[in-house]
């Protein structure tokens, strides 16, 4: 019997499911795919596009338009809340959407609740397509005057936005803006001491400030405020702080990990409702917890899609299996990257050399769809 398969986000896990909506609606299926934008961004070319190494369009997937060719449907908006016992989805404009099978790929997002009122020129690196915003307001500030931008976050996407903004204004700004990186007590904390050092050496041979002296307690509107008490005046704030999954879960009373992202068994399948599926970021893996990294996203792609089948179509489940140690490489924005994988690093042209070609392979591999 014809079944209603909902997908709420075109996220990096439901990827080849996307590729292979026809499939569903060949079988009788009724496939809807829900989401804010009609584009998804790949992040991990993200920092690229802040310094304009990539164009916006070279780093997004046409969602709607993969949707709509393969015959399925596709609503501009947001998941608010699951009432799983009804099998529906509240969306935030008012509407339901009913389901048989639902999948979540809602990714995560930056809390903004260090940000008081009033919050002019801060920008956060979630959702990606924000950079687009921050990079224009950034260009109109570099070409008046001398500004001061903080960053604020201790990872790698602090590092690799800080970078590319550097990247930004030196190839087209008119004044070098002042750069720091409130990075918390230390910068780089989970990376091994390796990577750390070439990180700093990468930016702080720039200029690029790294602030190591605690924790920062609020921001507003050209102000940062420490913990310790100590302000420092910035003309732009950029927010690249611990992501937190999609609220959909918590605010909907679903099981959830202690992150609040939706409780997944090995099926990546949600616990009390099997007809809930999820995947990427907003996703709690109970068997082992995952880092909020794309590799695990793109990792969970075929099994993801197996299970939505095979739900639909009362077959039997694969487990999902996030392998073993997996490579990273950061945009350093110089024209340098940085890689990682266990006990491998390696900095330098090369390394950013190899990122911009895996990341253009993936891009171009799911591209060609649309
Ligand atoms: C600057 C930066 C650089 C990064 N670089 C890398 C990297 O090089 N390698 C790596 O492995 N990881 C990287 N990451 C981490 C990576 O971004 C995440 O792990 C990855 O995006 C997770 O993919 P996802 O599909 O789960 O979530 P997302 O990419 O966030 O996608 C979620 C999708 O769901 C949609 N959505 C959101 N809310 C709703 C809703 N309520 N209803 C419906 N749809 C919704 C969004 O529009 C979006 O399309 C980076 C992160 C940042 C911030």
Known sequence: MAKHLVLVGGGHAHMVTLANLRKFIERGHKVTVLGPSPYHYYSGMGPGMLSRLY????????????????????????????DAANRTIHLESGETLTYDVVSFNAGSYVPYTIVKDPANDIFAVKPIERLIEAQRRILQLVSQKKVAVGIIGGGPAAAEVAGNLWRLAKD??????????????????????GVRKKAIHSLTRRRIGILEQGFVKEVRSNEITMQSGQRYDVDLIILALGIKPS????????????DGGLLVNRYLQGH??????????????QER??????????????????????SLEG?????FDPGGDYLLIFNMGDGTGILYKKWLTLDGRLAFIIKDYIDRRFMGKYQSIE
């Open 55 to 82: 164009r916006p369009e070279q780093i997004r997937f046409a969602t709607r338009r993969v949707v709509e060719k393969q015959g399925g449907d596709f609503i501009l908006g947001k998941a608010a809340r699951v």
């Open 172 to 193: 087209h700004g008119r004044y070098m803006p002042e750069i720091r990186i409130f990075s918390g007590e230390k910068f780089m904390a989970r990376f091994p001491a």
């Open 247 to 258: 609220p959909i879960f918590q605010d909907s009373g679903l099981p959830t990990g202690p």
């Open 272 to 285: 009390q409702y099997p007809e809930i599926f999820g995947g990427g970021d907003c996703i709690y893996f």
């Open 289 to 310: 917890p995952l880092e909020k990294v794309g590799v695990y996203a793109v990792r969970e792609n075929p099994v993801l899609y197996h299970n939505l089948m095979a």
């Open 315 to 319: 077959k039997g489940l694969q487990p």
